[in-house]
Every structure is written in C-alpha cells, then in structure tokens.
C-alpha cells in the first residue's frame, strides 16, 4: 500500500475536487506501475497555520505542506537510479496539486517490511503474481491460496 499523509494548514485543499484531482493523480502513478487501485491511500490532515512550525519558527506565511509518503507493496532496489526516477515520478505529481499553487513543501519516502501488511486479513498476494492481477481487475481484496 502506498499511503500519503499530507498535513496543510487550514484554508488549503478545503474543497472535495482538488483533494479528489490529487488522489487521482497520485493512485494513477502506482497504477500504472501495475498495482490495485484499492491500495493507495491519501489523507488529508489539516492544521491549524500556527501548529506548523518550521525550524522552530510559525509558519505563517507561505503555506507549508509537509507530506510522508509510506510504500509497502514494492521495495525499491537500493540505486540511485531508482530512486530518482521515483521521486521525479512523485515531483509531477506535486507540480499541479502543490508547486503550481504557490505553496512551500517537504516531502519524504518510508519503506515498510510487507511482511508485516496486511488487507482484511489477507498477506497481499506478490507483486505483479496471478493472485495480485485478479484484486487489480477486481479492485478489491479477494481470498487466494496462501492468502491467511
């Protein structure tokens, strides 16, 4: 699952449409890497303008968005290349939905063991396997053998 936590201060992405429009954009990168939509995940935690502070300072002018980004489903292999090509990936994202509005931001990438994951239940089934393609079609978490 990738899931993205993106703290804004109050009186950004208030409405539904721009929040949707990032979604989409977002769940489009990791579909495209072949992965079900159902596994992205992106909330939106507002805050109030003096709860951000930034070296110790409010932030109060410019609106700061701080996002962390947690993958699971697929680790990336430790190069260089990779990990440029993701981020760039991740920087034409925020281009139109964060850079574009005049906003400050931060962003960075966890990877979390996937063996310790789980979707109602289930061990997601490997990534790119027979298993994984039915809950891309599906859109939704289906039993599998080895699944429990």
Known sequence: MPLWQIYHPAGTYEDQASKIAFAEDITKMYTDLGLPAFYVVTNFIP??????????EPKL??????????????KMPNEDVTYRRSTSRIDRI?????????????????????????????IPPPWKSEA?????????????????
């Open 94 to 122: 925020l281009k139109p939905n964060v850079a574009d509005l005049g906003y400050d931001w931060e962003y960075h990438v966890e990877e979390t063991e996937r063996r310790l994951w789980k979707v109602n239940g289930m």
């Open 132 to 148: 994984e393609k039915v809950w891309v079609k599906e859109n939704r978490p289906v039993a599998y053998d080895g699944a429990y």
């Open 61 to 74: 002018g410019k609106p700061f968005i701080r996002i962390v980004i947690t993958h699971i489903a697929i």
């Open 47 to 56: 805050l109030p303008k003096e709860d951000i502070l930034v070296g110790g």
